[in-house]
């Protein structure tokens, strides 16, 4: 794959197979004019081309690779600019290899700020949080309002709307979540951080310092790494109804969400499908359904009124239209 050198600031091929790499997950918010493509590819190979002093690059991805040097991070992976954009068969080659792409990266910087890659991600820079933690001192205790906790700040977030996204933090190892409050840190294994509240401020503060003072030297501090219960069985024995009940549940989460080209709600689950294979016995998928379980997968149904699902004439990366019979073939949400 192509990563971005941050030493260097350009364009590189992953130098081993090894390579540790930051991966970035965010909102386009659009068509992206900075890009990597046919015509640019050549320039984005010069060192310095990518530097995050260069203006002309948005400012998510600016504060991503400020990140990632922060972190001792040598190289990064950004969508808009390690597939070439207008070459249909590099995309079609990385979309297929998604799955790898975010499960082998060291860390996720997700972006659940913003609607576009101009709005940044909050903290990076001063004065970039959108929303700040309430504080007040009372009888000399510094007291913090609790902040919202990840999933409602990523419930309701644009990000947890598109459908690329949703991939992307299901298959991630560690995730480094901005939010418009707070940054979050959670593992697959289910280990989770977060700032939280306001730090004692009086421990060395001058006797004489007025409350406002005390206040203003207040910093949010992280709580303790702690084991969260799995929700999702990882017990092979579970059998063919697990497996099903977990696929229908993916494919109605990606229905409810938008993507730029109604192709996308397909190869945006293609990289999740690649795993779930080996609960449906290393058999394929076809149109997104499963061959070893189709005459269930068949089953589905427009959600709501029957308007709310429309047929989507949509043609995939390999150039042939969706079928009908699929759900990746309709626009709007399903039902099993």
């Given amino acids: 794959i192509r990563l971005i050198d941050i030493e260097n600031g350009c364009l590189v091929d992953s130098p081993?197979?090894?390579?540790?790499y930051y991966a970035l997950s965010y909102v386009w918010g659009g068509p992206q004019k900075f890009s990597s493509t046919t015509a640019t590819k050549v320039e984005f190979q010069q060192p310095g081309s990518l530097l995050p002093t260069n203006t002309n690059i948005p400012w998510t991805i600016r504060d991503f690779l400020t990140i990632v040097a922060a972190l001792g991070g040598r190289y990064a992976w950004v969508d808009s600019l390690c597939i070439i954009q207008d070459d249909p068969n590099d995309i079609r080659l990385i979309v297929q290899a998604m799955d790898i792409i975010y499960e082998n990266a060291t860390?996720?910087?997700?972006?659940?700020?913003?609607?576009?890659?101009h709005d940044g991600i909050p903290g990076v820079r001063p004065g970039t949080r959108r929303s700040m933690q309430g504080r007040e001192v009372i009888h000399r205790q510094a007291l913090g309002v609790p902040l919202p906790p990840l999933d409602e700040a990523i419930d309701r977030s644009t990000w947890n709307s598109r459908g690329w996204t949703y991939q992307e933090s299901?298959?991630?190892?560690r995730m480094l979540v901005f939010t418009d409050s707070q940054m979050h840190y959670k593992c697959i294994n289910g280990c989770t951080a977060c700032e939280e509240t306001c730090e004692d401020a009086y421990k060395d503060a001058n006797k004489d310092a007025k409350p406002q003072q005390i206040a203003s030297r207040s910093e949010l501090h992280s709580y303790e790494p702690k084991m969260l219960v799995k929700t999702v069985s990882t017990d092979p024995h579970h059998g063919i109804h697990n497996s099903i009940s977990w696929w229908v549940h993916l494919v109605r989460e990606i229905c409810r969400r938008k993507t730029t080209e109604p192709k996308d709600r397909l190869h945006a689950l293609d990289g999740i499908l690649q795993h779930l294979r080996s609960l449906f016995d290393n058999h394929e998928f076809v149109w997104g359904m499963p061959t070893s379980a189709l005459d269930v997968a068949l089953l589905w149904r427009p959600f709501g009124e029957?308007?709310?699902?429309i047929r989507s004439p949509a043609i995939d990366n390999s150039g042939v239209v969706i079928p009908s019979w699929s759900w990746a073939g309709w626009t709007g949400e399903i039902h099993y």
């Fill in 16 to 20: 081993s197979p090894d390579c540790e």
């Fill in 107 to 117: 860390i996720t910087i997700v972006s659940a700020s913003g609607t576009s890659a």
């Fill in 170 to 173: 299901i298959l991630s190892r």
């Fill in 306 to 309: 029957s308007s709310s699902s």
